[in-house]
């Protein structure tokens, strides 16, 4: 390890680190990457065998509890969340004042900083008890408020919660269904859209899940650390990304663009062009996300008969990109978001709602994360130093001299 002592004066030695690229900010148990050979694992679980076996709220419980449940340890946790997935008197209300039009990721993010307002009793960090309370409101409030955000997009009324269908179903019965009205989510979207959920439970100390630990240690509450994350995920450079490949597939979709000219200009860094979904600060092989989602999307479309010419572009943009020099070169290959909004939308969402469902499936990794950092004994408020390049010390000069 490279230590350096930075308690010797307060002038002395720091490290330069722009983007943290070779600090670690903690010692953490619940996610492995080794981006070189693209391995990720949840608590030691490789992710295809966790992504094939499990639900998503069994990967919350092995990430926020560090094992696996057992069937009677899941159902409780279940039916606890699931208790906790209607929205506080007001709170429609609340959601209802900020603008239809608006991003949702300003209002999850607002949403979920506000139930700190509604549950003032659950807010002390150094609880076990209300962190537990938190912890299931925010797994099960966060499906109702993803799916409040579409509602409101299109103009639909509010369906009621009903936890006896499962998260993923339930969240897509409130989602699409009519209040009221049956509906049955097909199979292959609840199966896909449960796996899209795990894929991106964590990925240990990324933008976002370093905000939120970073706000944390100020012992701030998990719904304000959370409410962080959200902010810090909507960038397109983070989350963001999913709905930036889909705004720039249909863009080349409808420009009349080749997949040919659009990388040429990415490959000259024309007017900055970036491949969105492509590249990763940790991974400089295949992400291991991208290869289940790509195989996920391909069934899917296939399944629901929903082929799409943006498919067939976005496989024309790899096939370039990973016969050519300049992301070779650079180790740059598709990441868990070059394909998952071409699930998203022939699920029926539409782009603006892409970035809201990454966070949902984000939030068991940000509680986990943010739990281990409150029990650790190491834990110190986050507070980065710099090295200082403006003036020396000068004179003030009043306004009326200047
Ligand atoms: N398209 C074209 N060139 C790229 C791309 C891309 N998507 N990504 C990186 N590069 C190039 C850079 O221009 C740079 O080239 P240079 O060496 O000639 O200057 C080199 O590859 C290294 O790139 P950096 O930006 O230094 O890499 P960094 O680790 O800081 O960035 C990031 C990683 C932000 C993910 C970047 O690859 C990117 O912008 N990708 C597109 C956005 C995206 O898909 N983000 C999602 C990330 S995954 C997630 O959050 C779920």
Known sequence: GFKVNTLLRDTGLVTLDPGFTNTASCESAITYIDGDQGILRYRGYPIDQV???????????????GELPDAAALAAFEQRVGQNAALPDGFAAFLEALPATGHPMATLAAALNALAAWYPDVLDPRDEAQVASATAMLLAKTSTITSALHRR???LPLVAPDASNGYVADFLRRTFGSAGGEYAAEPVIVDALEKLLILHAD?????STSTV???GSSNATLFASVAAGVNALSGPAHGGANEAVLVMLEKIRSGGETVETFMNKVKNKQDGVRLMGFGHRVYKSYDPRAAIVKKSADEVLEKLGAKDELLEIAQGLEQIALSGDYFVERKLYPNVDFYTGLIYKAMGFEPAMFTPLFALGRMPGWIAQWQ???NDPATKIGRPRQVYTGATERSFVPVSQR
């Open 213 to 215: 630990r970073v706000v």
């Open 203 to 207: 990925h240990e100390q990324n933008c």
């Open 153 to 155: 997009r299109t103009g």
């Open 51 to 65: 992504a094939e076996g499990a639900s998503f709220l069994e990967v919350a419980a092995l990430l926020i509890d």
């Open 372 to 374: 281990e950092m409150v």
